[in-house]
């Protein structure tokens, strides 16, 4: 395989999918009433403008997660399709201004290869480098951003309000951007302090990616936000119009919807089952020789299983006879791969039955390896 995504596809069909990091748990009865109010939901998003659609759904988005701070109306959020398309719109802006990026290692693989699709080199960022201090100055002077997934995908660290106020300063000492993907955010309250606040007062050069696909069960219906700083100094709009016109007001409206269910409690809800997973698959691999889970910290919807001496391809290998898929852990580590040779990614937002099923099946598979 050439990227985490085409291990991805190959699980689509399977009912026993846990590679990818979408939801694909049932919908909940207050989200199933929203989805049999489509028809409604439809006639209203079109006799409204478009822009009050999309600003109301991303008020209540970013509402829900604590961003209050928000420039939600000031012509700096741009709706896209998904994150990966806002990440592609950033890159390609990026690239007409700079050469190099610090990118967090290790992190979700098409981050990497979307940035060096445009021509940046990248130097990688450690997480503990990230987390325990300030970043080398020789660092900061080489490259024009520093690119950060918080929480991350997939170990779930997240950086905390006294590391971004000190990040941002330092990235504004050199005039370096900061970029944060924060598409996790939803599943840790953590991460719910007001980014915003903080780098709107930092003096830095900023760009936010955020994501509703990973929090609801939609079918793929979803929004990537593409937020910046007052003067960012890339051309985002000009390469926003050149991609897209604008995301479909149905789609933002039912964003709305459900953000709006997500503060009536339908988020702690989702903190609970996540929660609950994560204990059944620690549970279901209780026991099993060098069997252990290096984030036992993470509250994000994903858990890695490292497996000991075993082969993670070897061990996926064998679980697709099963009908089963995981990720194998290699191309996380896009500047490493050996460093996730012996690790798994088990996705956690899916029913109780069918990832106890594949639990089951992983234990069997590691029992006789």
Not at 14 to 23: E, M
Not at 152 to 176: F, I, K, M, W, Y
Not at 343 to 350: E, I, T
Request: aromatic share 6%; net charge negative; charged share 20%.
């Amino acid at each position: 395989m050439n990227n985490l995504t085409e291990f991805e596809c190959l699980a689509l069909n399977s009912p026993l999918n846990l590679a990818d990091g979408h939801a694909r748990q049932a919908l909940t009865a207050s989200q199933a009433r929203i989805i049999d109010d489509l028809p409604n939901l439809f006639a209203k998003a079109a006799a409204r403008p478009p822009e009050e659609v999309g600003l109301d759904a991303c008020r209540a988005y970013l509402g829900l997660l604590g961003q209050h701070s928000h420039p939600v109306g000031d012509g700096r959020v741009f709706a896209c399709y998904s994150s990966s398309v806002a990440m592609e719109i950033f890159a390609r802006a990026l690239a007409q201004t700079g050469e190099s990026v610090a990118l967090i290692h290790p992190t979700f693989d098409n981050i990497p290869d979307i940035l060096r699709g445009v021509g940046l080199n990248l130097v990688p960022l450690e997480e503990d480098v990230l987390h325990d201090g300030d970043l080398p100055r020789a660092l900061l002077n080489s490259v024009s951003c520093v690119f950060v997934t918080t929480p991350n995908n997939p170990t779930g660290r997240v950086v905390s309000e006294e590391r971004l106020r000190a990040l941002a300063a330092q990235c504004a000492d050199h005039d370096v951007i900061l970029a944060l993907d924060t598409s996790f955010r939803g599943f840790d309250p953590r991460a719910h302090f007001d980014h915003y606040r903080v780098l709107e007062s930092s003096g830095c050069r900023w760009v936010v990616i955020e994501d509703t696909g990973k929090l609801w069960p939609t079918l793929e219906l979803k929004i990537g936000w593409l937020v910046t700083a007052r003067e960012p100094g890339l051309p985002v709009a000009k390469i926003y119009s050149d991609i897209l016109l604008g995301s479909s007001p149905l789609v933002l409206a039912l964003v709305q919807r459900f953000a709006e269910d997500a503060a009536d409690g339908g988020l702690p809800d989702l903190h609970r089952f996540i929660a609950g997973n994560r204990a059944l698959v620690r549970q279901a691999l209780a026991g099993l020789p060098d069997v252990d889970f290096p984030d036992l910290d993470s509250r994000a919807s994903v858990e890695r299983v490292r497996l000991g001496a075993r082969s993670s391809l070897e061990v996926w290998s064998t679980l697709r006879e099963h009908n089963v898929y995981m990720l194998p852990c290699q191309k996380f580590h896009w500047a490493d791969p050996h460093e996730g040779d012996h690790m798994l990614r088990v996705a956690l937002a899916r029913s109780a039955a069918p990832l106890g099923e594949a639990m089951r099946a992983l234990r069997f598979v590691l029992s006789t390896r």
